[in-house]
């Protein structure tokens, strides 16, 4: 039995100006032990996805199931298995200290005083905030709020977790921290299974075992990174800096380009195109000498889940 | 039902309430002190008419009972909007106790959180009023405050599933509630004074009867101001308690199915 599946799994939301399809016929299959991944931009359902399974929403039509249990039916069976951790979350309350929130939210799992006592305190040294347990919560930073975030959620010993954007807006050092957390949570138990949702490449590449990309509410490639990255062998993907700023238009008519992305900075322009052959790396180069740009750099890369991703929707992630 | 479960939740919800009332001594001074001034005000234009100084007493356990109503209004209706702001209400609703625990444990939090004002308020009222409470019979007094926040929480539990629909429209419910409700529960004057089909009407505010079934049990000689005689004020709250914590019951299910159905559990960001 896998840990999390869906099958045809839709989800519209309805208002009385339109009608947003959030997600279409999404079908997928997390094994236990597996780290699964979401990525995507935002607003490509990833979050709502992530709500179906966690028995906060109901999907409009196809079937979700976590450890076997149907999400419309048996979400008393589900609760007590899973816990979820979001990007940006100001859970509890700000009066409490950290310590007592934890223990909060121990409660409503029914853990024994002392044993919440106990994980409590192993997963603050974890983290390395167990010198904060009796600061209050609203003083901490947004780094150091999102680890007690993530021992919320693990301390009530799920089968399944899952994380949406959890490194979101956090320092380098944090999300390192947490990302080698979920590692080694994974590594505990072989039956442990987390869904992580990101808009990162480099998280889901480094992190998860398989990666789904889901745009516009539809999966539309899954795979393991490499193999999504050996999707995209046979193009080139370039990283060209040109300066002064030129109109990056005529591009998008240009033969071979797969997909680009560019981004202003500071009177330059970074562009990243994924392009079919050598013969196209000549013509992007001379449009843009046409156009009066200079190219101040250029690089041809190892393909990345980026690049995957302008491959299948012709547009960046961020 | 996995009763112990419940029962920690309960616990675990009613913690950061009481933790407020001891943890902020300030709040606790301005939620005091300020109802205070306004219920001051009727105790002097009592005090200016020569009116029975029972009148006084009136004010004063209007005036507690009435921290209570404002506790149900902002304190328990609006929190399960509140906690939607802050995503507690996601994981609430994803964890896996009852949720009327965690309408029972901020119900009683909030009890809690609230008496400790409204001990203060009757402790000006004896020390700086001067007030005499001559109770005739303790443990019906008891049973009736006890049988009254059931059902004035109990309306609060209903309200919080409510307002959590009905979203920002709560705030404006709750200041269209306050001031008919100190009016209509006789807060400062004894309920019967407002005739008979208002009295009937005010009764199916849960603090109406239970004020005055206090009142007579608490000031005797004014006994003629009671609208119904205390038992049977008693009866009729233990049946709008157990009514309305039913009531509330249902209300929570609809709420959390309906949200389910429409994707409104949670902030669209969240």
């Known amino acids: ?318 | 039902m996995n009763v112990m479960l419940n029962l920690r939740a309960v616990k675990g919800r009613a913690y950061p309430r009481v933790i407020g009332a001891l943890r902020e001594p300030s709040w606790a001074f301005w939620d005091t002190f300020l109802p205070i001034l306004s219920m001051a005000a009727y105790v002097y234009v009592y005090k200016s008419l020569n009116a029975p100084k029972e009148f006084e007493g009136f004010v004063i356990l209007g005036g507690v009972m009435t921290t209570y109503w404002l506790n149900v209004l902002w304190g328990m209706a609006s929190q399960l909007y509140w906690e939607k702001e802050t995503a507690n209400l996601q994981l609430y609703l994803a964890a896996p106790m009852s949720k009327m625990s965690i309408l029972a444990g901020m119900a009683l939090g909030g009890m809690f959180a609230t008496t400790v004002r409204g001990v203060s308020i009757i402790l000006v009222g004896v020390f700086v009023f001067q007030v005499d409470f001559v109770i005739t019979n303790f443990w019906l007094l008891i049973a009736i405050f006890g049988i009254t926040l059931v059902a004035l929480y109990g309306m609060g539990m209903l309200f919080a599933s409510l307002f959590l629909i009905w979203g920002r429209e709560a705030w404006h419910i709750n200041m269209l509630l306050e001031e008919p409700v100190y009016f209509l529960s006789g807060y400062s004057f004894p309920v019967k004074a407002l005739g008979l089909s208002l009295s009937v009407a005010a009764s199916f505010i849960p603090f109406t009867l239970g004020l005055d079934a206090m009142r007579q049990l608490t000031f005797p000689s004014m006994a003629e101001w009671g609208l119904l005689s205390p038992y049977l004020e008693l009866a009729i709250l233990v049946i709008m308690g157990t009514f309305l914590v039913l009531l509330a019951r249902y209300a929570l299910h609809y709420m959390e199915n309906l949200g389910k159905e429409r994707g409104t559990l949670t902030m669209r960001w969240q």
């Open chain 1, 1 to 318: 039995m896998d840990a999390i599946t869906c099958e045809n799994l839709g989800r519209l939301f309805k208002s009385k100006k339109r009608t947003v399809e959030a997600l279409a016929n999404v079908t997928i299959s997390v094994k236990k032990g597996e780290l699964f991944g979401l990525l995507g931009p935002n607003g490509a359902g990833k979050t709502t996805l992530i709500k179906v399974f966690t028995t906060l929403l109901l999907p409009t039509s196809g079937t979700a199931h976590v450890y076997g249990y149907d999400v419309t039916k048996d979400e008393k069976k589900i609760r007590p298995i899973i816990n979820m951790v979001s990007g940006g979350e100001y859970s509890g309350y700000g009066l409490l200290t950290v310590k007592e929130n934890l223990w909060m939210f121990s409660q409503f799992y029914g853990i024994p005083g002392k044993e919440a006592d106990r994980r409590i305190t192993t997963l603050l040294n974890r983290l390395n905030i167990a010198h904060m347990e009796k600061r209050k919560l609203r003083t901490l930073s947004t780094g150091e709020r999102q680890r007690v975030n993530i021992i919320r959620a693990f301390m009530t010993e799920p089968k399944v977790v899952f994380l949406d954007e959890p490194t979101l807006g956090l320092d380098v050092e944090t999300a390192r921290l947490i990302r080698i957390f979920i590692r080694e949570w994974l590594e505990h138990d072989p039956d442990h299974t987390v869904l992580l949702t990101t808009h990162y490449m480099m998280e889901a590449d480094e992190l998860c075992d398989r990666i789904a990309i889901i745009h516009q509410g539809k999966i539309v490639a899954l795979d393991t990174p490499q193999a999504l990255k050996n999707m995209v062998t046979k193009e080139i993907s370039l990283k060209v800096d040109v300066y002064p700023e030129i109109g990056l238009d005529w591009l998008h008519s240009l033969d071979g380009i797969i997909g680009f992305k560019s981004k202003e900075m500071g009177g330059k322009v970074r562009v990243r195109a994924v392009v079919d052959g050598e013969q196209v790396v000549g013509d992007v180069l001379a449009g843009i000498n046409e156009r009066g740009g200079k190219i101040q750099y250029l690089q041809k890369e190892e393909p990345t889940l980026e690049d995957v991703f302008l491959k299948l929707t012709g547009r960046g992630l961020e």
